[in-house]
């Protein structure tokens, strides 16, 4: 790592990704394909790099959500095909045409915005439909009294002679809480009005060559029915998640970080802006060049954990904006310079995140610029990416 400053960065480790993928691509079957859910720079991790593996390990599609995400994996070489999840104005529809990407199509004024743009252009958008089977975001409403509507709206929109409808799809709320009577019964019914809406526009002489459904959530708790012909897992790809530990999924992304300097605090001592920890005893302190600006949230502080050495090291006093404390007192072994990770293979960015209030989607993505992604293959340095302009 001679040319990156060695202070701050994340590995991602594209061998566990490849672990990853290979493990839900038969959990899911092989003839479902997995869409590699690549949105929000893949979670944090990097969407060029991620996207590569993504296509060589034979993933079907990619998702993202929006324009410009699609726009950087086009304008990178990324020839397979990709679907923007969410909202594109129909005055991108050129842009769509010209950089071959699939849109999300999740009402009718959108699908007669589309159709018309793309007729204009001389061209045919291939789309998605988007239903709302209880999610209550994007999608053609279909549940309860509205089923009638929805099922004709998704007709007319597919009639549309400049839309190539190839797909289908709907998003789970709740699939993720197995633990829950009341989400495992509403992922059913959004499932089985999904199933629904597919058999009345079968009926009516519309099929879908891609029917999906399955985000993690349903990828861990419903793989055979809910697969489809597509799977749509984010976070179970990098690692993460409810139940990605239980799947044998390995966490792509290790956030390291090395001492920058160490002191003996005498009994006593305060550490830290509010100066909420004091030093019950001689302790030996080691600031690490980490705070709230890499990505480590300050409502961490004081109650997180790092390891370093076979050892865990507790967290001391406020999470600053560019440091934070870290108690080296049980670990001898730990000195200037050594390398300590913050979340990662040793301990589990779930767990952060749970002691955050939060889940590990966000602190993945927030990892900030400052922070340079480091790819290894077989634990050797195959790509770095810094994120700013040096
Ligand atoms: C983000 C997203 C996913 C992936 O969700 P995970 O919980 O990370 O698996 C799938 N589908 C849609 C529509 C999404 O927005």
């Known amino acids: 790592m001679e040319q990156m400053l060695r202070r701050t960065w994340a590995e991602i480790d594209l061998d566990d990704l490849t672990h990853n993928f290979k493990t839900l691509q038969q959990r899911v079957g092989e003839k479902t394909k997995i ?20 296509e060589e390990l034979g993933a079907g599609y990619l998702a993202v959500s929006n324009l410009d995400e699609a ?37 009718e004024a959108k699908a007669l915005a589309y ?30 009294g509205h089923f009638e ?32 009577p009341e989400s495992v019964a509403y992922t059913q019914k959004q499932f089985q009005l999904f199933m629904d809406l597919i058999g009345a526009l079968e009926a009516r002489g519309r099929t879908f060559p891609l029917r999906h459904c399955a985000n993690s959530g349903a990828v861990v708790n419903n793989p ?9 897992p984010g976070i179970l790809l990098y690692g993460c998640g409810a139940g990605a530990e239980e ?26 802006y509010g100066r909420m920890y004091k ?26 954990s790092f390891y370093a050495d076979g050892k865990i090291l507790p967290q001391r006093g406020r999470i600053c904006m560019d440091m934070c404390m870290v108690d080296l007192t049980d670990a001898p072994g730990v000195d200037v310079g050594s390398e300590v990770e913050i979340f990662g293979t040793h301990s589990r960015v779930d767990k952060l995140a749970e002691l955050a209030g939060t889940i590990s989607y966000e602190l ?14 077989k634990k050797k340095v195959v790509g770095r990416e810094l994120r700013m302009y040096l």
Request: glycine residues 8%; aromatic residues 6%.
């Open 35 to 54: 869409v590699g859910v690549v949105k929000a720079d893949a979670y944090g991790h990097g969407a060029l790099q991620i996207s590569r593996a993504l």
């Open 71 to 107: 726009r950087e994996l086009r304008t990178a070489g990324i020839s397979m095909p990709i679907l923007i999840l969410g909202h594109t104005p129909e005055q991108y529809v050129p842009q769509l045409l010209e950089y071959n990407i699939t849109q999300a199509v999740t009402c």
């Open 115 to 144: 159709n018309n743009m793309a007729k204009a252009c001389g061209g045919k958008l291939r789309v998605h439909i988007k239903a709302d089977t209880g999610m209550s975001r994007l999608g053609f409403l279909c549940a309860d």
């Open 149 to 180: 509507a929805g099922v004709e709206g998704i007709l007319r929109s597919c009639e549309l002679p400049y839309l190539d409808a190839e797909g289908i799809f709907t998003h789970f709320a709740v699939s993720d809480e197995p633990e829950k």
């Open 224 to 232: 055979e029915e809910m697969a489809l012909d597509m799977a749509r």
């Open 247 to 272: 799947l044998g999924l390995r966490p792509v992304m290790s956030l390291k970080t090395t001492v920058s300097t160490i002191k003996i605090l005498d009994p006593g001592w305060s550490v830290s």
């Open 279 to 304: 030093t019950p005893v001689r302790t030996r302190m080691g600031v690490l060049p980490i705070g709230y600006a890499d990505g480590l949230f300050r409502i961490l502080s004081n109650r997180c």
């Open 364 to 377: 993945t993505c927030a990892v900030s610029k400052r922070v340079p992604r480091v790819f290894l293959q």
